[in-house]
């Protein structure tokens, strides 16, 4: 199992520019989460999918911030335009839980920088 | 809204020390109870959960957690840190029924002195 893959690893863009982050979910987890990491807020959940659907988008900071899930198999999270806030690892997880009881499994995150 | 806390945002222990890292949460039901290491620039790995049962897990490389209901914490522990323990910990709670989203402590960052 190749776990959950993410790209890019990095990503370095301009203010005002679209930035588009790719998830591959494990084969078999129901679940796909979003996750920002930083310094000052830590570990926030910005959305999470079950089976292709958004149930909670609730953490997604503003509307510049869009996921989708077109299958099971690939997520995006789209930031447009972007802001130097926005500056942040994103972690993508997957989870085959139904009940808060799976543990959630990470990608090695993109690393996004707004200059 | 639940949330979860941890107390020490860096703790700087030498090698063969014993460590405890604190967590608490904020949720009166049914929770399910995780710790999360992450090492430098790698991705959250999990290092012990508890479901259920007896309060006291074990997990990878030595680690341990207590759960204890009425202080609702959950904290991390262990006898002898070693150089490679110098990661960041994450505690996280499960909300049962609330599929699995899990929410995040701040984090706690860990240096082990060789």
């Not at chain 1, 129901?30 to 910005?46: A, K, P, V």
Request: glycine residues 10%; charged residues 15%.
């Amino acid at each position: 199992d190749a776990g959950v893959i993410q790209s890019p690893r990095h990503e370095v863009t301009e203010m005002g520019q679209e930035v588009t982050l790719r998830c591959k979910p494990i084969s078999g987890h129901d679940y796909l989460f979003w996750y920002r990491q930083t310094m000052m807020r830590g570990l926030e959940l910005l959305i999470y999918f079950n089976n292709n659907v958004p149930i909670d988008d609730s953490g997604m900071p503003e509307d510049r911030f869009s996921a989708k899930m077109p299958n099971a198999s690939f997520s995006t999270l789209k930031i447009q335009p972007s802001e130097p806030r926005d500056s942040a690892v994103y972690f993508c997880a997957s989870s085959p839980g139904t009940s808060g009881s799976s543990p959630l499994h990470f990608g090695n995150g993109t690393r996004l920088t707004v200059t | 809204a639940q949330s979860v806390s941890q107390h020490n945002h860096h703790v700087i222990l030498s090698e063969a020390a014993s460590l405890e890292l604190g967590c608490n949460y904020s949720y009166g039901g049914t929770v399910n109870l995780f710790w999360y290491v992450q090492y430098p620039g790698q991705h959250l790995q999990l290092l012990l959960k508890y479901f259920s049962g007896d309060p006291l897990v074990k997990g990878i490389k030595g680690f341990e957690a207590e759960f204890i209901k009425s202080k609702f914490s959950f904290n991390l522990r262990k006898p002898s840190v070693q150089w490679s323990d110098t990661a960041e910990y994450f505690c996280a709670v499960g909300i049962y029924n609330q599929g699995g989203k899990l929410i995040f402590g701040q984090g706690t960052e860990l240096s082990v002195k060789p």
